[in-house]
């Protein structure tokens, strides 16, 4: 995508701009110099604005949102990634392990709606404790709510499946599991130097993961 694209119209991008995560190995150098106003979402990963056009979809530019208000073009970007389709929602009970909802989808937009969460944990029923939930690439989301002792299977299994679809894909995400509570996202693993996937939680889950455990022993 070239940097010199013609800046959008206020109606272009009420239309068609989207709230959109990025792994950042994916975009060029050069690309990233004109990407100033993305935020950095996670371990890897922009949250940036996308253009959809008939022609295919680009990234909005530094130069695209002169003159804009960029609160409000990431909220008509919110509002467009909100109604973007998904082809499955499955809510899934894995012997042994607990619940996943599993949300995929040809859209490249899947796995962005992470940036909008609560609409998700909104129908699944969140106890109040969050939900896991992972990326692994762009068409997918996994979440596991939160609500008793499953969560420590759950989280392994997790944990696995993430790296795996990660490592396979061809439009990756993230390879992390991460906690939801209240609009708030922590990453909860980090690799090693030894390139393993290890546990690094907070205080604050390790609190809400005894509690609903019943035991002091916290993530591993």
């Known amino acids: 995508m070239s940097a010199d694209a013609i800046p959008p119209t206020l109606e272009a991008l009420r239309e068609r701009a989207h709230a959109v995560l990025v792994n950042a190995n994916g975009v060029s150098p050069q690309l990233i110099e004109h990407l100033t106003y993305g935020r950095k979402w996670g371990e890897g990963i922009l949250a940036l604005i996308a253009l959809d056009a008939p022609e295919g979809s680009r990234y909005l530019t530094d130069k695209d949102l002169e003159g ?3 609160e409000t073009v990431r909220r008509f970007a919110t509002e467009n990634l909100r109604s973007s389709p998904v082809d499955s929602r499955e809510t899934v009970e894995v012997p042994d392990v607990g619940t996943v909802t599993m949300i995929t989808g040809r859209s490249v937009y899947v796995a962005s709606r992470a940036l909008v969460l609560e609409d998700e944990v909104a129908a699944l029923a969140d106890d109040g404790h969050g939900v896991l939930f992972a990326i692994p690439d762009r068409h997918t989301i996994h979440i596991h709510v939160i609500r008793d002792a499953t969560i420590v299977p759950t989280l392994k299994m997790m944990v696995n499946i993430a790296a795996g679809i990660f490592g ?23 690799i090693t130097g030894a390139k393993a996937m290890t546990i690094a939680a907070s205080p604050e889950f390790t609190r809400v993961f005894n509690a609903v455990t019943e035991t002091g022993a916290g993530p591993r």
């Open 168 to 190: 396979d894909a061809a439009s990756p995400m993230s390879p992390h599991v991460y906690w939801w509570r209240n609009g708030v996202v922590e990453q909860l693993t980090t």
């Open 68 to 70: 804009a208000d960029a």
